[in-house]
């Protein structure tokens, strides 16, 4: 009867190293110093190691880990808390610790060290004991509207559609500039075409004064300009005449130039459209080149091009 007693007495007496109490990591104080932190990580970091030596390693986890948090630059704590954390069957804080000090040790000053936490990495992934993290669930199908046919692939294919489909958005770059290029180039050829008006009429007017088939044998027209229209005086016909040369030259090649580039445009859109739309659309929305030549004008020539839609 008394050994139940005894027996009692003698459990409640023994220390209770296991049920000792370690405060929970914290940052460290703001008001400690770099000399005052490292100390104090010294201290801490003896602590562990003779908890460490008596296999207490959940204590020495804690007191490691805040060690690490005082010289964070430390790495080779993270190798301490994660050694200590796997001791214990932590395989989520081992593998965080030790992950990161795979990541950021020197690995010529702890190549042991690193190859011994790669391999402990491995081991907590062939065991699979870490927390599985939680996958974001995917997001629900949207119920089709009543508006929407769930059946049709494309406009018109899927049952009670219309059979209208909408309109392609072709790109009509291609198109719009070759039409300004045509329509500019046709303003430079009537350019031109003004500008040859102008030379001839000036050049007539400029071979008439300097004909001498008159009863005195000289040219007509007075060459001072005293007794003419200056419309008509000799040097504003010969520059009406340089004015109207340069206009020609410049109007009929640059306005060709630009016919020629704008029809190009128009039929490499023509071209595409023709690919996209198949060999049942070429006839209808083709664009063809029928006719280009000079043409005659009054007073004057030109070019002109004949294009079927």
């Excluded at 060690?67 to 190798?79: D, I, N, Q, R, S």
């Excluded at 593998?95 to 010529?108: I, K, P, Q, R, S």
């Amino acid at each position: 009867m008394l050994r139940v007693p005894v027996a009692l007495l003698l459990t409640v007496s023994m220390p209770g190293v296991a049920l000792a109490q370690y405060p929970l990591v914290t940052a460290p104080a703001d008001e400690l110093s770099d000399d005052e932190k490292i100390e104090k990580a010294k201290g801490l970091y003896i602590e562990a190691e003779r908890l460490a030596d008596e296999d207490n390693w959940e204590a020495a986890v804690v007191l490691y880990e805040q060690a690490y948090y005082l010289v964070p630059g430390k790495h080779g704590f993270a190798h301490k808390v994660g050694i200590a954390a796997w001791k214990v069957d932590n395989c989520d804080k081992a593998y965080d610790y030790l992950t990161h000090f795979v990541e950021y040790g020197e690995a010529d000053k702890y190549p042991e060290k690193i190859t011994e936490a790669q391999g402990i990495l491995e081991e907590i992934e062939a065991k699979g004991c870490r927390t599985p993290e939680e996958e974001e669930p995917e997001p629900e199908a949207e119920a089709p509207t009543d508006v929407e046919n769930p059946f049709a692939t494309e406009a018109g294919d899927g049952p009670g559609d219309s059979g209208k489909k909408p309109k392609e958005k072709g790109d009509k770059g291609l198109l719009i500039g070759g039409a300004v290029m045509i329509t500019l180039g046709l303003a430079g050829v009537g350019a031109g075409a003004a500008g040859s008006a102008i030379a001839v009429g000036a050049g007539k007017s400029l071979d008439q004064l300097a004909s001498t088939s008159t009863n005195t044998g000289y040219p007509v027209g007075d060459y001072a300009c005293r007794n003419v229209d200056a419309s008509d005086c000799p040097v504003t016909l010969e520059s009406r005449l340089a004015t109207g040369k340069v206009l020609t030259y410049a109007g009929f090649i640059g306005g060709g130039v630009l016919v020629a580039a704008g029809i190009a445009l128009i039929a490499i859109h023509a071209k595409k459209n023709k690919a996209k739309a198949g060999a049942s659309a070429k006839a209808k929305n083709g664009v063809e080149l029928t006719a280009i030549g000079p043409t005659l004008l009054p007073g004057g020539g030109g070019a002109a091009a004949a294009i079927r839609f």
